[in-house]
């Protein structure tokens, strides 16, 4: 069964910075699209980042886009979000997610991780 654990969570002021990690294991990691959601108290989860499995292709939701960067590292079974200039508005539990292939930005991933709070003070 595919495992994620994601760490690198806390509390940050705003217009700071975080980096996210997640680590992958019982998957074959280079063959899956691997990406990031968010959940903030009262709503629900939404498309953060994600990177594909086949050639490194990254898309980003535009509430993020320009402040957050996605990576993978293939030989460590990791990806890392990188968040910088970041808003109290940004403030979320944030899941790491694994899809086998196929279509990259989209909601249908199957496998997540337990998520890892993120908390912006202004």
């Known amino acids: 069964q595919v495992q994620l654990v994601e760490s690198g969570g806390g509390l940050v002021q705003a217009g700071g910075s975080l980096r996210l990690s997640c680590a992958a294991s019982?998957?074959?990691?280079?063959?899956?699209?691997m990406a990031w959601f968010r959940q903030a108290p009262g709503k629900e989860r939404e498309f953060v980042a994600a990177i594909s499995w086949s050639d490194g292709t990254t898309y980003y939701a535009d509430s993020v886009k320009g402040r957050f960067t996605i990576s993978r590292d293939n030989a460590k079974n990791t990806i890392a979000l990188q968040m910088n200039s970041l808003k109290p508005e940004d403030t979320a539990v944030y899941y790491c997610?694994?899809?086998?292939?196929?279509?990259?930005?989209?909601?249908?991933?199957?496998?997540w991780g337990q998520g890892t709070q993120v908390t912006v003070s202004s």
């Open positions: 997610a694994a899809k086998f292939k196929g279509v990259v930005k989209t909601t249908n991933y199957r496998n």
């Open positions: 019982e998957l074959t990691f280079s063959s899956y699209n």
